[in-house]
């Protein structure tokens, strides 16, 4: 790859022209990328990591299968998820799910009968009530954590711990009940949220949404550079100048797809305007560990389901995410401090702290799977964390939808943006093609005799 000098001003002659520059080849950048690509403009997708996905990923097994270790869900109405897996010839499956999953403490099932469910349940209840009408603003300052202290029986408060820190990846003490409401409302209640069929976790694709991220990339042969951070933006009244890690560019319009957090990082001449910087300061990532266990066969199947609630530390939800012929896959999800926590053990004490307390239910061949694969998303310095950024306690920046009006020649993206399905995969796609056809459009109204359906030239 060749290198190219940094630059000072807007529109020096060192840097590489470019039609449209995408930053970020996470599912939105790389959406975008090939949209415009479509159109016949020459695009050129920046970035920072060396691979793309951003926070998808997929691995193969010991046995030739795929898992996901980031996002890999389609939920009920992800049209969009769904149509892209058809086009780039992957196969979707319906999850394997009990009508709800089991909730274990040590070697005691939960009941939902009993006392601390019905408590839990009364309690998503009365939330999901209140997130419907209008949430009282004084509750930004107020933690979820100190709301679950108000709620009566030990197990019934740790059951909503874990429920709410796998489902949102927050620090519980850093995240209002005012921030939790309005996103159960914008999901559409803590139903959507939680359930798999039906609900956020209703498919997967055979193949993992990490190879659709890889086959996109491939459609984009030659137009992405990786190592390519991009550190600075110079904006003027014809275009961007764009200092990356891989040298400078100069570019008519560019796409912002990471999440606000993680633009942060990129320094802005002139200053991007003050709502703006307020969503990038009062926003972080959030902290999730995930980790597949892969057997031959899925062999729980003939006992039990696998689905679970684990209230014992480390808080966890266990899915069975399993092919529709095999091998066997156990998803685990951790998030919060706990899954920070996960760190301070090594790879076999991990894994034995994680599947101890399911072996009881399981049974003792979980204990040794054939392959393990694991991701600690808040410790990858590019994705910053997952599932998604979120508004710090105090603060109403960062609830969802984020602004996504364009700054003079630069256009938001990411699944932060997306009118439905944010934090999503859905809501990626949907906002990739959201800012190309913004672009697409700018770019035809400054010059009508524009010609689109040609193919762009490739980039080294």
């Known amino acids: 790859m060749t290198q190219h000098s940094p630059i000072d001003q807007p529109g020096d002659r060192g840097s590489r022209p470019v039609g449209v ?33 951003g926070r998808v990923l997929a691995e193969t097994t010991v046995f030739g299968s795929r898992v996901d270790l980031g996002g890999q869900w389609i939920g009920h109405g992800h049209h969009r998820f769904e149509k892209l897996a058809a086009e780039l010839g992957a196969d979707v499956f319906a999850m394997h799910t009990p009508a709800r999953p089991v909730i274990v403490e040590g070697g005691a099932t939960v009941g939902y009968g009993g006392r601390d469910a019905l408590v839990a349940i009364a309690t998503l209840l009365t939330w999901e009530i209140v997130a419907r009408l209008r949430t009282p603003r004084s509750w930004q300052r107020q933690s979820v954590r100190s709301w679950l202290r108000r709620i009566p029986g030990r197990r019934a408060r740790r059951l909503m711990e874990v429920l709410v820190s796998i489902s949102t990846t927050a620090d519980l003490d850093r995240y209002s009940m005012h921030a939790l409401l309005d996103m159960a409302r914008y999901q559409g209640g803590f139903t959507a949220m939680l359930s798999t069929a039906g609900g956020a976790q209703e498919s997967l694709v055979t193949q993992a949404a990490g190879t659709l991220a890889e086959r996109l990339a491939g459609e984009l042969d030659g137009r992405i550079v990786f190592d390519s951070a991009v550190t600075a933006l110079h904006r003027d009244a ?47 990532m959030g902290s999730v560990y995930k980790a597949i266990a892969v057997f031959e066969r899925p062999f729980w199947r003939e006992r039990v389901d696998a689905e679970m609630i684990v209230l014992t530390e480390p808080g966890m939800a266990i899915f069975d995410t399993s092919p529709p012929d095999g091998p066997g896959h156990l998803c685990v999800l951790i998030a919060g401090p706990e899954a920070r926590d996960l760190e301070e053990l090594g790879p076999d004490a991990r ?106 030239p490739k980039h080294p």
């Open 21 to 53: 520059a995408v930053i970020g080849a996470g599912m939105a950048g790389l959406v975008a990328a090939r949209e415009l690509h479509r159109q016949g403009i020459d695009v050129l997708v920046l970035e920072s990591a060396a691979r793309p996905g």
């Open 238 to 284: 014809t275009g961007v100048t764009i200092h990356s890690a891989s040298g400078a560019y100069r570019a008519e319009k560019v796409i912002v797809t990471v999440p606000p957090p993680m633009a942060a990082r990129i320094a802005h001449q002139p200053p991007l305007p003050a709502h703006r910087i307020r969503l990038q300061d009062n926003t972080y």
């Open 351 to 456: 894994r034995s702290t994680i599947l101890g307390p399911i072996a009881d239910r399981l049974g003792s061949e979980v204990l040794a799977p054939r392959g393990w694969h694991e991701k600690a998303w808040h410790q990858d310095v590019h994705a910053g964390g997952g599932y998604s950024a979120l508004p710090s306690i105090g603060h109403d920046d960062g609830y969802f939808p984020h602004a996504a009006e364009p700054t003079g020649p630069i256009h938001w993206s990411g699944t932060e943006t997306a009118r439905e399905h944010a934090g999503y995969i859905e809501g990626a796609i949907e906002s990739g093609e959201r800012a190309a056809h913004e672009v697409i459009a700018a770019l035809s109204a400054a010059a009508p005799e524009r010609s689109l359906g040609t193919d762009s």
